[in-house]
């Protein structure tokens, strides 16, 4: 008797494209999240199939299904996810294109020569009375989603490869571009796509040993980028990233401002731990905390229970411990907090989420001596497109907040954890910034070496946030990037690291932007200190001065390289 269906959506997806996307989601519609999965391959075939399983995985990820996607060798087999579940009371269903059954059929549904029924079979004529895989596989034909490549035509792999590998003249013309054909956007993705499929379409006689080179010279850049520069979703400005800092100068006088501000009021420790934001919704007519990541993904939108972890980040992901013990401790100490969360705002508005730092001993890169979770402050997330949610800092009363993590302290603590606010800085000395400009640094072009003060190579540096660039071993990178700061602090000839020597000057512009505001960072943070310690021993500082900048900035120092030694990255 079966009592479980899997549901499948196999293909090549080269590349996985919003048409597929919209697919998916049909088909979870019809069998519901739990066990509805992507299938695909890791073969790579010039010039059908140039992406191997992690690069389409990296594109399937960014439509929040990555924990659904399943590397096969036979997408129509699914051997390898089908062995997880009992042959004899699971059904599957593969999912199929309306176009593909009509015009050239890859399955054959009906009799075989023998007179035994064959092995797929109809599901909507069937679904009263499905058998096991192991005797039956079904097709379910999802309806023909029309979209087109601008310019190319109907939305194909193969018009997707070309409009990309024709990369287009302008960063607004390959933004338009991208989002007719993902419906989202991601400049460093998107400059990895298009250089991938350029490259293929400019060595279309290319050899498979050769196309594997490639791959996996594109998907290490891809890697180096996400792990060392973070993803958006948790990123918070350094004081490069403040619009109005367009050159060296304009740094100092980000720091100058950020000393003026310490000096009046205090900046809040930045923790070393696990964001675990959460907010207060109805959930069959009771109130219930859930996590929420903040993506557009169903069930962040939905907010994420305890019994959803797993869905949402998949097997052994250590968010599902992080989020059961905040949810556990939350939900436990609902009643003694309720009159806080009503003055607060969050028992009548699901919108609003606590800004939670989780922390157990080690977290990313910093060992603590005690367990705890340091609520920030609220967040209001909303809307913003049909596509994306953001969120934003509101105010509310600190007494009021105090008074919540006076309540929730016994739940906590009975579960090893204390509960903390914002924890504050205390300015305690003037920082050194004329010892950090003073150093001197020697940065090698062509193998002449150039040795100059901070401060001198700061009076011509630009702002190189938003470049690219080529490196000599073919990946590309930013030129203001951890990887351009490590490299030249180890003495890397700039003129050997870079593809292009149009780009030197850029290379270095990025790496002194860098350089200075982890040496000029290191000064503020040796003058504070906090409840928890000296703020040196901590990731940084979070600044909120509207006068500097409309949004919160961060000042994390040494952090700033310290960062990649996280486990998270390895």
């Known amino acids: 008797m079966v009592k479980t269906v899997v549901a499948i959506y196999p293909g090549r997806f080269q590349p996985f494209g919003k048409h597929h996307a919209a697919a998916f989601l049909w088909l979870q519609k019809q069998f519901g999240t739990a066990n509805t999965y992507i299938v695909t391959s890791d073969k790579i075939e010039l010039p059908k199939s140039p992406l191997n399983f992690k690069e389409k995985k990296a594109l399937i990820d960014m439509y929040g299904f990555g924990n659904k996607t399943i590397k096969v ?10 062995g997880k579940f009992d042959p004899t009371t699971t059904a599957v269903v593969f999912m199929v294109g309306e176009k593909d059954m009509k015009e050239d059929p890859r399955f054959k549904i009906g009799k075989l020569k023998s007179g035994n029924d064959s092995y797929f079979q109809e599901y909507k004529t069937n679904k009263a009375n499905l058998q096991g895989y192991d005797k039956h596989g079904y097709l379910i034909t999802a309806p023909h989603i029309s979209m087109n490549v601008p310019g190319y035509g109907e939305m194909s792999g193969t018009q997707i490869r070309k409009a990309l590998g024709n990369t287009p003249n302008t960063e607004q013309e390959t933004q338009e571009l991208f989002k007719s054909i993902f419906g989202w956007y991601s400049p460093k ?14 060595n279309s006689n290319m050899k498979i040993t050769e196309a594997g080179s490639l791959t996996k010279k594109w998907w290490d850049a891809v890697i180096t980028n996400v792990l060392t520069e973070g993803g958006a979703g948790g990123h918070m400005a350094h004081p490069f990233d403040i619009p109005t800092v367009n050159t060296g100068k304009d740094l100092i006088k980000v ?19 696990v964001n675990a934001s959460i907010r207060l919704i109805d959930v069959a007519g009771k109130k219930m905390f859930v996590m929420d990541r903040g993506s557009n ?77 340091a609520i920030h402050g609220l967040l209001e997330i909303e809307q913003v497109t ?99 700061l490590m490299a030249l602090s180890n003495g890397q000839d700039v003129a050997k690291l870079v593809a292009d020597p149009s780009d030197i000057d850029k290379v270095i512009n990025g790496y002194v932007m860098y350089l ?28 909120r001065d509207a006068k500097i900048y409309s949004k919160p900035f961060k000042i994390t120092g040494k952090f700033i390289v310290k960062g990649l030694e996280s486990s998270f990255q390895k």
């Open 189 to 202: 993705l998107a400059n990895y796509i298009i250089d991938k499929f350029t490259n293929l379409q400019e």
């Open 255 to 273: 720091f100058a401002q950020s000393v003026d501000y310490l000096k009046k009021k205090p900046a809040s420790v930045k923790i070393d731990g």
């Open 73 to 82: 060798k036979n997408p129509y087999k699914a051997e390898e996810l089908l």
């Open 516 to 543: 200075a505001t982890m040496e000029l960072g290191n000064a503020v943070l040796e003058a504070l200190s906090s409840p928890l310690g000296p703020v040196r021993e901590h990731e940084g500082i979070v600044i």
């Open 297 to 373: 993904k169903p069930l962040d939108v939905k907010g994420i229970t305890k019994a959803d972890l797993e869905d949402r980040f998949g097997a052994g992901h250590g968010m599902i411990t992080v989020g059961g013990k905040v949810l556990d401790i939350f939900n436990t100490a609902l009643p003694d907090i309720t009159p806080y969360l009503k003055k607060l705002g969050m028992w009548d508005n699901p919108n609003i989420m606590f800004n939670i730092e989780y922390v157990s001993g080690s977290t990313n890169v910093l060992a603590y001596n005690k367990n705890f979770l």
């Open 386 to 484: 049909p596509k994306r949610r953001a969120t934003k800092e509101i105010s509310y009363n600190k007494n009021t907040l105090q008074g919540l993590l006076n309540a929730l302290a016994p739940t906590a603590n009975a579960n090893g954890y204390e509960v903390l606010g914002s924890v504050p800085t205390t300015l305690d000395s003037e920082p050194d910034f004329q010892s950090e400009l003073n150093k001197r640094y020697t940065i090698t072009v062509n193998g002449k070496k150039q040795t100059k003060t901070l401060s001198q190579w700061l009076a011509n540096a630009k702002n190189e946030k938003a470049t690219m660039v080529k490196l000599a071993d073919g990946k590309t990178v930013g030129a203001q990037s951890k990887q351009i």
